[in-house]
């Protein structure tokens, strides 16, 4: 069953590849499934919750934390979202004015100020008591 801001197998396979190895040969626990971990970086991205109210199916918090940060830090998170973003059809991306910043001034004139009008070069304008 795949849940709410999953990877599906054919993102999954695409990416597969980019991801480290899961087992490492290390003596101790064995690492927590790479699937498991990247949604729930995932799920924390889509979701926007803080990273303590990950779902516990995703395991310890602390854990797909580190790993964000290992995987963000080594430039992998990056490759990854590249290539999903490359392959994406236009309707499947989303774009996010919020962040696009704008000169103080892009707002318009001061209030009270003349109207700006590119054909009026030259032009006088007329009393305050004259206008519209």
């Known amino acids: 069953m795949l849940r709410r801001y999953e990877l599906t197998d054919d993102e999954w396979n695409r990416i597969v590849d980019l991801l480290p190895p899961e087992n490492t040969g290390k ?8 699937r498991t971990i990247l949604n729930g970086i ?7 919750a803080p990273w303590r ?3 516990e199916r995703y395991g310890p918090w602390e854990t797909v934390y580190s790993r964000f940060r290992k995987w963000i830090d080594d430039g992998i ?8 973003s490359l392959e994406a059809a236009p309707q499947e991306l989303s774009l996010d004015a919020s962040i696009v ?20 070069a ?5 009393q305050k008591s004259m206008r519209p």
Not at 42 to 48: F, Q
Not at 77 to 84: A, G
Not at 111 to 118: E, F, H, S, V, Y
């Open 27 to 34: 003596q101790g626990r064995p690492r927590k499934n790479n």
């Open 42 to 48: 995932i799920w924390i991205a889509r979701s926007g």
């Open 53 to 55: 109210d990950l779902p």
């Open 77 to 84: 998170l990056d490759n990854i979202f590249r290539l999903l």
């Open 101 to 120: 910043q704008a000169h103080q001034h892009s707002a318009g004139a001061k209030k009270g100020g003349l109207p700006m009008r590119l054909d009026t």
């Open 122 to 126: 030259g032009e006088v304008p007329a």
